[in-house]
């Protein structure tokens, strides 16, 4: 269990999201002072590194201290671009690490403290450094899990007496994504184009999307493989599952409702998908477990479970400067686990580094629905900007962010921040 009473020698500020409790993972690219000091390639690459409060650890630069020597891995995995191969370590080794970085940073611990030479080598700015992309995604799921958010697009699409298709309260449904499309907070992407069929046409058109939505979600991150033919549990998901991050789902709703049926999403999903930079351990999210909703009817014995699966993590996003939505994770329907077992249930396997979304994450207040289809209800209730303009879907030029935390006995757990700007069609 995390030591809520740790602190760290780095000053912290009270609303950081990156106490000495998170030490979250991410990859990032040194300051360009740093680059500028060397002139072999291998010494600026992309390198691992944990957020505390408004500096970045270098593992990378760290190990050569030698701190990790007692913990038996290969320490060339703080070197990579991406966090897969140090994720591949497996769960004893990753927390051991991470157990070691906080016993370094306490605040009684003078190994690092009182050594000026190496904490500037050590530690940057979090303002002075690039963070990018942490995985190498080989494989992206997208789930269906908030009851709430499916019982929205129900009444607005079909029967509002029977929202719910006959099958989701049986199983978490989900899709297969476009991992390559997946991109680091940040990055800026142009506005898809698709075919459309207007409500006031008899044929499609063509040209760029009219109805550029937001899906606020997380993502887990996959951290231990199956082989072909095997299925994850319920009871063991836990071991197989890293951490979490924020996740964007872009939505191109006009081509997305002309396209989907029979077989689902696809142009109007795989054009853009965001993350955050940095992965949220689950054993720095042990303290905000709760109860999810009951699940009636009684779901099969494969998906049922036992104990608190589901987490208190407060969201927000915000078009610009106005935030047009408060939401939490804690309300959703499928837990992570039941997510997993479904989805190996039938023997596909998984590896290090897939992701698997939540789907949109809605609470039970007009407030709390987590896509400006649902805020605006289908473009019906237009949402005020604070510089007065309204919005029923994303426009040219703005820029959606989406920020998450948790937070109990004064310990604020967070992710930072996943934010993208929306450019005009190429």
């Known amino acids: 269990m995390t030591n809520q009473k740790l602190k760290s020698w780095i000053p912290v500020d009270k609303n950081s999201d990156f106490p000495i409790q998170n030490l979250p993972f991410g990859i990032f690219s040194p ?22 409060g408004d500096q970045v650890l270098d593992l990378l630069e760290l190990k050569k201290t030698g701190v990790f020597n007692s913990l038996n891995f290969d320490t060339n995995v703080f070197a990579k671009s991406t966090l897969n191969d140090f ?14 970085i906080s016993k370094l940073l306490e605040e009684r611990n003078p190994e690092l403290r009182d050594d000026e030479k190496t904490k500037a080598k050590v530690l940057h700015k979090m303002s002075d450094v690039e963070m990018l992309l942490p995985l190498e995604i080989k494989d992206y799921t997208d789930f269906y899990s908030s009851m709430e958010h499916a019982r929205n697009v129900g009444t607005m ?4 007496a029977n929202a719910l298709l006959p099958n989701w309260k049986h199983l978490p449904v989900g899709y297969h994504g476009r991992s390559s499309s997946i991109v680091v907070s940040g990055t800026n992407f142009h506005r898809p184009k698709g075919q459309m069929k207007p409500a006031d046409s008899d044929q499609p ?3 760029p999307s009219k109805q550029l939505d937001f899906e606020l979600e997380m993502a887990f991150v996959v951290g231990k493989e199956t082989k ?7 009871k063991n998901a836990e071991e197989y599952i890293f951490g979490m991050m924020l996740f964007n789902d872009w939505s191109a709703r006009d081509i997305q409702s002309w396209e989907y049926v029979p077989l689902g999403p696809f142009l109007g999903k795989n054009f853009c998908s965001s993350v955050s930079p940095w992965i949220v351990t689950m054993e720095a999210l042990e303290p905000f477990r709760v109860t999810g909703p009951k699940q009636e009817p009684e779901v099969l014995p494969y998906l049922q479970f036992s104990g608190q699966k589901n987490y208190d993590i407060n969201l927000e996003v915000l078009i610009n400067d106005t935030t047009v939505a408060k939401s939490n994770f804690k309300y959703m329907y499928w837990n992570m686990c039941q997510q997993l077992a479904h989805h190996t249930v039938n023997g596909c396997n998984i590896r290090i580094g897939d992701l698997m979304a939540s789907g949109t994450i809605s609470g039970p207040t007009p407030d709390s629905f987590g896509s400006m289809l649902e805020l605006a209800w289908k473009g ?10 309204e919005r029923k879907f994303i426009n040219d030029n703005d820029t959606v962010i989406m920020r998450g935390f948790s937070e109990k006995d004064g310990v604020r ?8 700007k929306v450019l005009p069609p190429k």
């Open 157 to 160: 699409f079909r029967d509002p």
């Open 228 to 234: 072909l033919g095997e299925s994850v549990t319920t």
């Open 413 to 420: 757990i967070g992710f930072g921040e996943v934010r993208g």
């Open 31 to 52: 300051p360009k002072e740093v680059i500028a000091k060397h002139d072999k390639a291998k010494d600026i690459l992309p390198r691992v590194g944990v957020a505390i």
């Open 380 to 389: 019906t209730k237009p949402i005020k900007m604070q510089d007065g303009s």
């Open 87 to 100: 994720i591949s370590l497996g769960k004893k080794t990753t927390n051991a690490v991470r157990q070691r």
């Open 205 to 207: 058109v063509f040209g």
